[in-house]
């Protein structure tokens, strides 16, 4: 059973700061890695896609893998409110789709 | 572009009625699927469609039936649903089908309520 572990949160960080999110997977083979953005009632929106280890930026946000240790990350540089949302962590690997995990709820303060 | 379209956005039924959530994309993608999502909680993968033909089910019940027309649509019919079954109800399609390894772009989903 492939299993993707976050921290549910609320992770409250003040509006400027970076937040940072992590998340931690099972298998071993996993190859792609997901970062999902949900506000509440709507549909989750890609953040950022990440398949070999190191960092991946993107604007403020950047994305860190870690092969070795199953674990991938998630920075938020200068969080803004409209940052304010749950993110969801998705690993794919071998011919399973998409495993998600519980989502990390982000409050950035005003 | 990247966009998946479902209709309807919302919609209400009784547990004897027939009705059909539908999804498109014209992103020329292979593989297609339904998850179905519970508040506060991650989306949970009911089908998956790879080159038109069913490739994942994951023992959903028979209450729900997808159907794949063409590359382009998806399909999930519904019948004798339960209250249970109330939540929100997501497509997304990937690129290539068979190791799913792409990202997958989700639709705005379907809020469905079962009385």
């Known amino acids: 059973q492939k299993e993707v572990e976050q921290n549910s949160g609320p992770l409250s960080v003040p509006e400027g700061a970076i937040a940072s999110l992590n998340c931690t997977y099972s298998?071993?083979?996993?190859?792609?890695f997901f970062w999902y953005r949900q506000y509440s009632g709507k549909s989750p929106e890609l953040i950022m896609s990440i398949y070999s280890n190191g960092d991946k930026e993107d604007g403020r946000f950047t994305a860190q893998l870690n092969k070795a240790s199953q674990y991938v990350s998630l920075l938020i540089r200068d969080s803004q409110p409209s940052d304010s949302a749950t993110y969801l962590c998705a690993v794919v690997g071998g011919n399973t789709p998409l495993v998600f995990g519980k989502g990390t709820r982000l409050s950035v303060i005003a | 572009d990247t966009e998946v379209t479902q209709t309807p956005k919302h919609l209400v039924m009784g547990m004897t009625n027939k009705k059909s959530l539908k999804c498109e994309q014209h992103m020329g993608h292979r593989a297609m699927y339904w998850y179905k999502q519970k508040a506060k909680k991650p989306p949970e993968l009911m089908f998956v469609?790879?080159?038109?033909?069913?490739?994942i089910n994951e023992s959903v019940p028979s209450r729900f039936s997808p159907e794949c027309p063409n590359s382009s649509l998806l399909n999930l019919h519904l019948h004798a649903l339960q209250p249970e079954d109330s939540a929100l109800y997501l497509c997304?399609?990937?690129?290539?089908?068979?190791?799913?390894?792409?990202?997958?772009?989700f639709g705005p989903g379907t809020r469905l309520t079962v009385l």
């Open positions: 997304a399609s990937s690129a290539s089908g068979g190791a799913f390894l792409d990202t997958q772009y």
């Open positions: 298998d071993r083979v996993s190859q792609s």
């Open positions: 469609y790879s080159y038109e033909k069913l490739s």
